[in-house]
């Protein structure tokens, strides 16, 4: 349960506070309310697997979810309505904007890269600007999942070969002016003891 995740049911299907309850605190999963509301002429076959909640847990997950739809209510982005003896839950323009601004945020893409030895060794250096943080963190993971090891900070080392779709990938998050690629075909005078 989030911010994100409680605005899009709410503009999907804005509701009272016992149905969105329902919907993220019900004795089902999250993910097949969640199905329930997105899509309703879906079948529903999780009846046969329900789950007992801790009655504890429970009144914890009931708190944590009227202080979100409170804090988003003191936020702007959706209004409580009476509507006879119910009240209904509806999304605000500002609630619709911050929708907007969630599917705007950039995802870093998989760092599941296949490794495949090389016939040197590769040296990666990297200077990259402190407003670039979250790229740098990137490349670091795509790093480690090709099994290159730091020397120093950005100072990284490896025997795999950098495949095609990584420095696609350094072009398209437009890092290749702060990257060095160098490949090492001979030893140093440097070794490692042991």
């Known amino acids: 349960m989030?911010?994100?995740?409680?605005?899009?049911?709410?503009?999907?299907?804005?509701?009272?506070?016992?149905?969105l309850l329902n919907i993220f605190i019900g004795d089902n999963t999250y993910k097949n309310l969640k199905k329930k509301?997105?899509?309703p002429t879906l079948p529903d076959f999780s009846k046969a697997d329900k789950i007992k909640i801790d009655p504890l847990l429970l009144e914890k997950e009931k708190h944590k979810f009227y202080?979100?739809?409170?804090k988003l209510k003191k936020q702007?982005?959706?209004?409580?309505?009476?509507?006879?003896?119910?009240?209904?839950?509806?999304?605000?323009p500002r609630g619709e904007q911050r929708i907007k601004n969630f599917k705007n945020i950039f995802h870093f893409p998989k760092v599941d890269y296949k490794t495949e030895k090389d016939n040197g060794t590769n040296l990666i250096i990297f200077d990259i600007p402190e407003?670039?943080?979250?790229?740098r963190?990137?490349?670091?993971?795509?790093?480690?999942?090709?099994?290159?090891?730091?020397?120093?900070?950005s100072v990284w080392?490896?025997?795999?070969?950098?495949?095609?779709?990584?420095?696609?990938?350094?072009?398209?998050?437009?890092?290749?002016?702060?990257?060095?690629?160098?490949?090492i075909t001979k030893t140093g005078t440097i070794k490692k003891e042991g």
């Open 137 to 153: 963190s990137w490349l670091r993971s795509a790093l480690l999942s090709l099994d290159f090891e730091i020397l120093q900070k």
């Open 157 to 183: 080392i490896g025997k795999n070969k950098l495949p095609e779709e990584f420095l696609k990938t350094l072009a398209e998050l437009e890092l290749i002016n702060f990257v060095h690629i160098l490949k």
């Open 131 to 135: 407003k670039y943080r979250a790229k």
């Open 37 to 39: 509301v997105m899509y």
């Open 2 to 19: 989030n911010t994100k995740s409680i605005l899009e049911t709410i503009k999907k299907a804005g509701r009272t506070t016992d149905i």
């Open 76 to 92: 702007g982005f959706i209004k409580k309505e009476r509507k006879g003896n119910k009240m209904f839950w509806e999304i605000t």
């Open 67 to 70: 202080s979100l739809l409170s």
